[in-house]
C-alpha cells in the first residue's frame, strides 16, 4: 500500500484483469457445458428415435408372422384330415411360431402364439377349442425354445420342431382329460405323438427352409435403421 493509504497504481488494474479472465474462463465453461448438453440430448433424441423405428419395425415383421400363421391356421382346417385321433392336425400353423422363436426370441414367439391362437379360434367359430388352442401353442413354444438354446448341437429345425409337435399333443391330451375328467384320454397319445414325427418333420424342414432368409432381412433392415 502507498504511505496514504491506498492501492499502488499497478496493483488495481492487475487485479481487474484476473478478475476478467475469471469471468471469461466461467462464461466459456457455462457455454461448453450447454453445448454438452444439447449434444447430449440431441443424442438421446437420436437413439429414441432410432429405438422407436427398430421397434415399429419389429411391430411389422410379427404382425406379419401373426398373419402368416392365420393364413395356415385356416388352410389347415379346410384340409380334410382321416379320423386317426381326436384333435389330430397337421400343425402348419406353428412354423409361424418357430420363425419368430428363430428369429426374435421366446417372449416375441409366445406373443406370437398366443395372439394367433386366440385370432385362429375366432375365426374358426370354435371358441370351446380356445384352451386347447392356448395350452399347445404355449407349451409347445417353451419346449422348443429349450430344445433350441441349450441343446442346438444335436437337434437342428427339424429336431426342434418334432419336439414341439410333440409337447403340443401332449398338453392338448393333458387339458382335455383334465376337462372331461377322463384319463382314458391319454390313450390317444401314442398315435398323436406318432402323427407329430410326420408333421413336425414337414414343419421343421418349411421353417428350415425360410429361417436364415427371413433373419437375414431383419438383420440387415435393423443394420439399415441404426445407419
Known amino acids: 500500500r502507498t504511505p496514504n493509504g491506498g492501492v499502488p497504481g499497478g ?9 476478467r479472465r475469471t469471468i471469461r474462463c466461467i462464461d466459456v465453461a457455462i457455454i461448453c457445458g450447454i453445448l454438452l448438453c444439447t449434444l447430449k440430448s440431441k443424442s438421446d433424441y437420436c437413439k429414441r428415435v432410432s429405438q422407436m423405428r427398430q421397434n415399429t419395425f419389429k411391430l411389422m415383421y410379427l404382425s406379419m408372422l401373426i398373419c402368416i400363421g392365420l393364413v395356415l391356421h385356416v388352410f389347415e382346417n379346410m384340409i380334410p384330415i382321416p ?20 428369429v426374435f426370441g421366446l417372449p416375441d414367439a409366445l ?45 437342428s429345425m427339424v429336431g426342434v420342431s418334432i419336439f414341439g409337435a410333440l409337447a403340443h399333443n401332449a398338453a392338448q391330451v393333458t387339458v382335455s382329460s383334465l376337462i372331461i375328467n377322463n384319463i382314458n384320454m391319454f390313450a390317444n397319445l401314442p398315435v398323436l405323438s406318432l402323427l407329430s414325427l410326420g408333421t413336425g418333420f414337414f414343419v421343421g424342414l418349411a421353417s428350415n427352409t425360410a429361417k436364415d432368409v427371413l433373419k437375414s432381412n431383419v438383420e440387415v433392415s435393423i443394420k439399415n435403421l441404426r445407419g
Do not use: C, D, E, Q
Open 11 to 19: 496493483t488495481k488494474p492487475r487485479i481487474i484483469r484476473v478478475l
Open 83 to 102: 379320423f386317426i385321433a381326436p384333435g389330430a392336425k397337421l400343425g402348419l400353423a406353428n412354423i409361424a411360431s418357430l420363425l419368430t422363436l428363430y
Open 111 to 155: 406373443l406370437v402364439s398366443i395372439i394367433r391362437s386366440v385370432l385362429g379360434t375366432l375365426l374358426g367359430g370354435a371358441v370351446s377349442s380356445l384352451l386347447y388352442s392356448l395350452s399347445g401353442a404355449i407349451t409347445s413354444t417353451i419346449v422348443m425354445w429349450i430344445v433350441l438354446k441349450y441343446f442346438n448341437k444335436y437337434f
